[in-house]
């Protein structure tokens, strides 16, 4: 059991740091875009999926 909870948490982490590196690469040119925007949607995502697993 604890082998599938690490690998869940092991993709949960893998997801928020490609979701982070995005964020580094927006182009400050893009207005619609804000990064506070993007992080606070991928923190909800990183939670959602978090639940999702938990259950």
Not at 8 to 35: C, F, H, M
Request: no cysteine; glycine share 6%.
């Amino acid at each position: 059991m604890s082998g599938i909870v690490w690998q869940q948490w092991t993709l949960l982490a893998v997801y928020v740091l490609a979701e982070l590196a995005d964020i580094a690469l927006i182009n400050p040119s893009q207005a619609g875009r804000k990064p506070s925007d993007t992080l606070a949607r991928t923190f909800w995502r990183a939670g959602m999926i978090a639940l999702v697993l938990t259950i």
